[in-house]
């Protein structure tokens, strides 16, 4: 095997590696593609989350609302539930939010996996181009 190499002129082994390059460049860019579809699967999720946080608050708010016109046009026991009622559904909410927020914030957007590959493969081709006989 060793011997069939050697047989090999420059050229040759250059195209092989240009071949090889090429093949591992493909590789990268579809890593990189999976791995990119990963995190903006996770940052939909929490995108969702703050939606259904903001959605919930504003139903909280709109409670509060009712609750204020309430008071304002009898002045009657039956206001005091809406008005917490209106509290709690806006604490809930708000605490929804900060979570997506929190998650959102936490999140690594950068294909660390691909970048250390990347990086493996800069040092192959080097190898391989100091070499090319071997």
Request: proline letters at 2%; charged letters at 20%.
């Amino acid at each position: 095997m060793q011997g069939s190499r050697d047989d090999r002129s420059l050229g040759e082994l250059f195209a092989e590696l240009s071949r090889q390059t090429t093949t591992l460049v493909r590789q990268e860019v579809a890593l990189a593609k999976t791995e990119m579809s990963q995190k903006v699967s996770s940052v939909g999720k929490d995108v969702a989350s703050l939606a259904a946080g903001g959605a919930v608050a504003y139903a909280g708010f709109l409670g509060i609302m009712a609750a204020v016109v309430i008071l304002l046009a009898e002045v009657l026991p039956w206001w005091l539930a809406a008005l917490v009622v209106g509290i709690v559904v806006t604490l809930v909410g708000y605490m929804l939010v900060q979570r997506g927020l929190t998650a959102l914030k936490h999140e690594d957007m950068a294909p660390r996996q691909t970048i250390e590959t990347l990086r493996d493969d800069a040092e192959w081709a080097k190898q391989q181009a100091k070499q090319p006989g071997s």
